[in-house]
């Protein structure tokens, strides 16, 4: 089975380093269309995509250069103001309505992001921002809350594909299939093996910080315990400064 | 600008009849293979994809018939799995894994919708998932929680492209911009014009019930205080019976 979609989402690779050069209006006007006809609940579009390619911004707050960023956030502010012109009640600021929204917003990233690799842009998506302020940056009013960024630029690179779990790891048939030790060693034995194929210096420096495999790099590493509190911390104040509630049942 | 994947993208719409022709595995296999191709946070692939095509489970559990549903779990059991059997600790049931995981599984699962899109099978979301209890249909363990469900199926309908809200209100440049009340009600005004489009009758019935506007009948209606409190509660169940922490601030 092969066709040009297809081949565009076989193929997505995060891009992290671009040229100098711009994207004008125009095209990030053609992407981000493409994320508003993603399918969103209640056809309510509870998010906003927020467009910043202006060089002295995209320089002050992003950790590499790009030629714009594109913030989706969970936004019930808008749809908000439409009730209170309608004398509608307002009360989308619950879990349901910000997990929904958040689930809009994100895919009307993705169709971004796939639009822009479809005429040979290249994207990178960024985790961290659901726990910044946006606030003071983007100037984001109440019920809105950051739920992706991603920069976008001209490819300076061509990575390859990164390494994926085997499919039978992630899809499961009929029913969630909760796996054996064997199973999940064979699963992570590719991800297990690129710590051992570390030069013997890199490894000893690892070990004299406690870290013997990739598992633990990661969970005493970039991915460690103060790093998940501090980013828990972010939602939970944006969540309150957006006035999202109800998550503590 | 024009290329298949663009018309991919702006030609999405809902289906939501199916005909009885079932979708082979092989065809589930690479649509969700191109799933698992989707960008995915730190390359943890914090999810799991649960493909249900058995037509009994579905008539039991399902609002309509389908020849196959998808369900996207956040899923940080299997790496917690991986962390046990290399000593690393596991800290990853806090805000900041949960809402990444969830971005993760819901752009893998939009991307098995592209696909299935593009060798023209339909699609649609149902968002009520979140609130749904999996442990006993699917069988889905800790640290595991349903971020999303779509069915698939051969079209049996051919419905227009939905309405969406012009560009300039969901599609922001540099900064947010906050609307006056007057561009409110311009964006809403197509919107607003539905309520008045109906039968006499039907807006009679409707006003009898204290509903004057399409506002009003979104949220007095169909997505009314009460739904969203039970879908609510539903999820905050969801997010403690998982072992998801933190959200309480």
Same mark, same amino acid.
Request: with cysteine; proline share 3%.
């Given at each position: 089975m092969e066709?040009?979609?297809?081949?565009?989402?076989?193929?997505?690779?995060?891009?992290r380093r671009f040229t100098a050069d711009p994207i004008d209006r125009e095209t990030l006007g053609v992407i981000t269309h493409a994320g508003t006809r993603a399918a969103t609940a209640g056809n309510l579009q509870g998010y906003s995509l927020v467009v910043v390619d202006d060089q002295k911004t995209l320089e002050d707050w992003l950790p590499l250069k790009a030629a714009a960023a594109v913030i989706a956030l969970v936004d019930t502010y808008r749809m908000k103001r439409w009730f209170e012109l309608c004398d509608a009640p307002f009360h989308f600021d619950k879990p349901s309505s910000f997990l929904i929204s958040f689930w809009d917003? +994100?895919?009307?990233?993705h169709n971004t992001v796939i639009a822009a690799e479809s005429i040979g842009l290249g994207a990178v998506y960024?985790?961290?921002v659901i726990s910044e302020d946006m606030g003071e940056t983007i100037g984001a009013p109440e019920y809105t809350f950051p739920a992706g960024l991603v920069l976008l630029g001209h490819p300076d690179q061509n990575p390859p594909l990164r390494p994926r779990l085997p499919d039978e790891a992630v899809v499961h048939y009929d029913r969630y299939h909760v796996p054996t030790d064997d199973e999940v060693r064979a699963w992570y034995a590719d991800i297990d093996r690129?710590?051992?194929?570390?030069?013997?210096e890199k490894r000893a420096a690892l070990r004299?910080?406690? +870290?013997?495999n990739r598992a633990q790099q990661i969970t005493l590493g970039r991915y460690n315990e103060a790093i998940h509190s501090e980013m828990s911390t972010g939602i939970v104040d944006n969540l309150r400064k957006a006035g999202f509630t109800g998550f503590s049942g």
């Open positions: 066709n040009p979609v297809l081949d565009c989402l076989l193929n997505h690779r995060s891009i917003a +994100i895919i009307a990233l960024i985790g961290g690129t710590f051992d194929e570390k030069s013997d004299a910080k406690g +870290i013997h």
